[in-house]
Structure formats: C-alpha cells, structure tokens
C-alpha cells in the first residue's frame, strides 16, 4: 500500500511536470460540491484538497471519519471503479485544468464498429429511442446506408445495431450532413449526392411507425427537380 508520504512526492513531482508546460495561475479551480476531486467537499476544486485526496488513498476509514459529508470515490479521477495510485495523474490534470467530470475521464468512453457499418457519416438524428447516423459517402462516394442504434440496447451488443440501404427507393440518395426528426418521420438533409447529377439532391424520409428494414418506410422527394421548387434547392447542412 502507498504511504501518504509517497503519494504526496508524486502529486507535487506531477504538478510541477504540469506547470512547467503549462503555467499555473493563482486563481482556485471551481467545481460542483461533491464533484470528482473535491475531497473536502467545499465547492473549489484546489490545493486544500491535495492532503484529503492523499488520505482518501491511504487510509479511506480515517478519511471517512475526517470527512464524513463527503464522497470517497470523488478519489475515483480516472473512473475505472477503483480508488488507487493511477488516480493521481488524472487528479493533477483536474486541478491544473479546470475541474474534473466523468465527460473527462478517458474510461467513461466506449467504441464500437458496428457490423455493416461502412463509415462515411456526417451527423446524428434521434427519434427518441433510436440514434440514426447520417450517410454522407466514404472516399469513393459509394456509402449509403443509414446506420441505426437502438439505445434500448447494449452500446456494444452487435444486435443493438442495424443498417438499411435506401438504394432504389429514389433515383439517387446519398450525400446527406444531418437530420432531423418532427415527430413521426425522420428526414435525412441533402447536401450533395456523390455520383449523380449537381443539381440532384433527394431528401429521404422514414417513417418510424414503418419497419426499418422495410422500403416501403422510406420515401424520397427533390424539391427542385421534381417539384420545380426554387432553383437547386440542395447543398444544405443540417435541419430545424
């Protein structure tokens, strides 16, 4: 177990690493009570809580018993479930930068690649449960499956996750950047389709009371060249 003394050596050799780099002013970092790091539990995130957060490491009883409002896994900095020595580094970065929120903990991140996901996307757009993202194309234009997440499922659970391929349900989809959602239909905004005309620029349209999976849930229209809309209605990024 790391003595108080220990932990202590390494909190002042990292700050001085860290100021060094980056200049420390005098001004106290603030943070919400009972926020990661403030270990007396004041409200400021600052030197004051250096000796709690030593304590909080080396002896959690007594710092229980000298902080009895407050947390002890505000120690937890680096949000790996666990209050140990690998929480320090993260602890001076908090204190230099500004605070420390789970938004900042690198372990409060997941990735996924999705089967069937090609990548090319530009924008999200929720229905309320499900997240679509946005194909926009990759390098070679061709990507234009719409990716669906259903946040009712695991992030990483491969079933939580569908593709559909609106190929064929207008004349040429693709090169959408954002969406938007009014309700009952999910509208997917065109920029500029990779491969077809300049002037096309189809919005593709779900209707979520449909199936995903169905063509028949899908619909495409373009303003300007089937409409007479305007002139060139497209090129547009994102929706209100």
């Known amino acids: 177990e790391m003595q108080g003394t220990s932990v202590r050596r390494r909190l002042i050799s990292s700050l001085l690493v860290v100021v060094a780099g980056m200049g420390l002013g005098g001004a106290p970092v603030y943070a919400d009570v009972g926020a990661q ?14 000796d709690p ?13 000298q902080y009895p409002d407050c947390e002890w896994m505000n120690a937890d900095i680096n949000c790996d479930g666990v209050v140990d020595s690998f929480d320090i580094d993260q602890f001076v970065l908090c204190l230099i930068a500004g605070g420390c929120d789970p938004f900042h903990c690198a372990n409060s991140w997941t990735t996924f690649i999705p089967p069937g996901a090609e990548g090319g996307y530009m924008g999200v757009v929720t229905d309320g449960r499900y997240v679509y993202f ?3 194309g990759d390098a070679g234009g061709s ?15 491969p079933t939580s996750w569908e593709t559909f391929d609106p190929e064929g349900v207008g004349i040429c989809t693709g090169g959408y950047i954002g ?10 905004v065109p920029y500029q389709t ?3 005309l300049p002037t096309y620029g189809e919005i593709l349209r ?6 995903f ?15 007479g809309v305007g002139t060139d209605p497209d090129g547009y990024a994102g929706a209100v």
Do not use: K
């Open 134 to 136: 946005v194909p926009h």
């Open 194 to 196: 990779p491969g077809c």
């Open 53 to 65: 957060f030593v304590l909080a490491l080396t002896d959690p009883d007594e710092y229980a018993n």
């Open 179 to 188: 969406g938007v959602f009014d309700g009952r239909y999910v509208y997917f």
């Open 206 to 211: 779900y209707d979520i009371a449909g199936d």
């Open 143 to 157: 990507q234009r499956q719409v990716l669906r997440h259903d946040t009712w499922g695991d992030f990483d659970d």
């Open 37 to 50: 790091g403030d270990m007396n539990c004041n409200g400021v995130l600052d030197a004051f809580d250096v």
């Open 213 to 227: 999976a169905d063509p028949t849930s899908w619909a495409t229209c373009d303003p300007g060249d089937e409409l």
